[in-house]
């Protein structure tokens, strides 16, 4: 149960107050440097452990503001501090629900977790129902696992009978999966056209893709009224000749360096007619084609459009998208949501209230859009922020998921695996994008999978390891003295072959999300 709403009164604290369950929670106030004599409220930790996961809750309420940012950090005894491990927006006159996570790189005797309002008056924050619960690593590899067989998995009993309805006992049965249900791809670039190895290589491992760059607005159209979508054409036959699921990336981009130089020195008029232009252009011609749109690209961060053209600019973009092509679902991709809670800019509840914002406003909002470009991840904090996205009710995608290059590719992969197994664990995130297209002089963004010769880099491994573990793979049996054969399968499409005696059958099985078990009957 997740509590997002502020309330008149704080609720009980989770995991019963984890190791506070037996003792009420030390706390202190620590009063600020500044002037205005503000405190802020702090939790006394102590004996916290290297390399664990840990999970925290807290209720705050504020006095001296309608509504303020409060930020946890995290002090340790060695002087190290992690400046933010938790946020809410907060509110006056009611309390709101705080919820984040930590690991510590090393041992800490006494550390103090505190808790701070970020706007220039004086604010005071109260706090209530604290809960740290700590987690070893294999306690959240268990708990991902168990998700993972939940919510991506399926039980199936496969009965096989004769003509008669009469069940037979031994009949050998062959399952293949040969499609998956969950999206799992990479973004591309150009230099996978006529690249017959790299082709092979994306085929082999994914079933969704994005363009990099080439659908962009400074791409398909560098000079006015010069639209070439040659290039996207020829990267969205290759995927669809593959029966590959597309993103659209973007429509427009609120980063003003990333729009094209003319668009840049357009102003009013000029350039309300040349972005309708672009949105019609680009929806009109790629109706249905991609399951996905990334309308307004990291507003959070940017407001190109809205300072030119009004505030309901972006407001007027999802709502012409939507009209092109009703089908698609309109997404609001952003970075630093769930890599961190360091930039106030995007913060979770920042994200939320977008969203909200655009609803109220009367456009159609179908997605949730996480960059996920990441330095060191804090999965507890990922978690948090993907437990209160999820009451969105909205999909959710990781949509660029790398790793920065400041750290050597063994690091890379190690923190890589990290991430995908968060984001795949979690029962709201729909779909996994990787930012590892192969740029023209070989590279990648910041991490690439494999060299410019299609050879394994340690993060290609981590990726390749877990689509092998999440995948139902070739299985062979036979039915028991019911004639029955049950297996537990990943979501997707598979091929069932049965053979008894002489006779041989082949079936197809398409296994969708269900708690119940599937019961599939094959008669010979």
Same mark, same amino acid.
């Given at each position: ?31 600020? &440097? ?30 001296? @503001? ?34 984040? *996570? ?33 987690? &070893? $690593? ?46 799992? *791809? ?22 969704? @893709? ?8 400074? @791409? &398909? ?66 109706? /249905? ?17 809205? $300072? ?5 600019? &972006? ?18 991709? /952003?970075?630093?949501?769930? $890599?961190?809670?360091?930039? %106030?800019?995007?913060? %979770? ?19 949730? *859009? ?30 660029? %998921? ?26 709201? %995130? ?42 139902? *793979? ?51």
């Amino acid at each position: 149960m997740f509590c997002w709403q502020c309330k008149s009164v704080p609720e009980k604290p989770l995991y019963n107050g984890g190791i506070f369950k037996d003792q009420a929670p030390l706390t202190q106030h620590r009063f600020s &440097t500044s002037s205005d004599g503000s405190y802020t409220p702090a939790l006394i930790l102590q004996n916290l452990a290297q390399n664990t996961m840990y999970c925290f809750s807290i209720w705050v309420k504020i006095q001296g @503001a309608d509504s303020t940012l409060v930020t946890a950090s995290l002090m340790a005894n060695n002087n190290s501090t992690y400046d933010c491990v938790g946020t809410v927006l907060a509110k006056s006159g009611c309390w709101s629900f705080l919820k984040g *996570g930590f690991i510590l790189d090393s041992p800490s005797s006494v550390s103090i977790l505190y808790f701070q309002g970020t706007t220039d008056k004086s604010i005071n924050v109260a706090i209530a129902s604290a809960s740290v619960q700590p987690f &070893t $690593e294999q306690q959240w590899r268990t708990n991902q696992q168990y998700i993972i067989n939940t919510e991506r998995k399926r039980a199936v009993t496969i009965h096989v009978s004769d003509s008669h309805g009469d069940r037979l006992q031994g009949a050998s049965i062959t399952i293949e999966q040969i499609s998956k249900d969950f999206p799992f *791809g990479s973004a591309i670039a150009r230099t996978i056209l006529g690249n017959l190895p790299y082709q092979n290589w994306f085929v082999e491992r994914f079933n969704a @893709a994005v363009f990099e760059n080439e659908l962009k607005w400074y @791409a &398909t159209e560098p000079e006015q009224g010069k639209v070439n979508y040659t290039i996207p054409d020829q990267m969205l036959e290759f995927v669809l000749a593959n029966q590959i699921v597309a993103r659209g990336h973007n429509i427009f981009w609120e980063d003003p360096k990333y729009n094209p130089a003319w668009v840049r020195d357009l102003t009013g008029p000029d350039l309300k007619s040349a972005v309708n232009f672009r949105i019609q252009s680009l929806m009109s011609k790629y109706k /249905e084609e991609f399951i996905h749109w990334d309308v307004s690209n990291e507003m959070l961060h940017f407001d190109f459009y809205e $300072e030119r053209l009004g505030p309901d600019a &972006t407001l007027h973009f999802y709502k012409t998208a939507h009209e092109a092509d009703p089908l698609a679902s309109l997404f609001l991709n /952003e970075f630093n949501v769930v $890599e961190t809670c360091t930039d %106030v800019s995007t913060t %979770v509840d920042t994200y939320i209230d977008k969203i909200r914002e655009l609803e109220r406003g009367g456009s159609s909002m179908n997605g949730i *859009g996480l960059e996920s470009h990441f330095s060191k991840p804090n999965p507890p904090l990922m978690r948090a922020i993907l437990d209160k996205l999820a009451t969105l009710k909205l999909p959710i995608w990781l949509t660029e %998921v790398d790793i920065s290059n400041k750290f050597d590719k063994e690091t890379q992969a190690i923190y890589l695996e990290q991430v995908l197994r968060e984001g795949f664990s979690h029962p709201a %995130v729909d779909g996994i994008m990787l930012w590892t297209a192969i740029h023209p002089n070989g590279g990648c963004y910041q991490m690439c999978l494999t060299d410019y010769n299609l050879q394994n880099l340690p993060a290609g491994d981590t990726v390749d390891k877990l689509l092998r573990e999440w995948e139902t *793979g070739v299985g062979n049996g036979r039915t028991d003295d019911h004639g029955s054969y049950s297996f537990f399968g990943f979501l997707g499409e598979y091929k069932i072959m049965v053979q008894y005696g002489n006779r041989t059958t082949n079936s197809t099985l398409s296994l969708s999300q269900s708690d119940e078990t599937k019961h599939f009957n094959i008669q010979l």
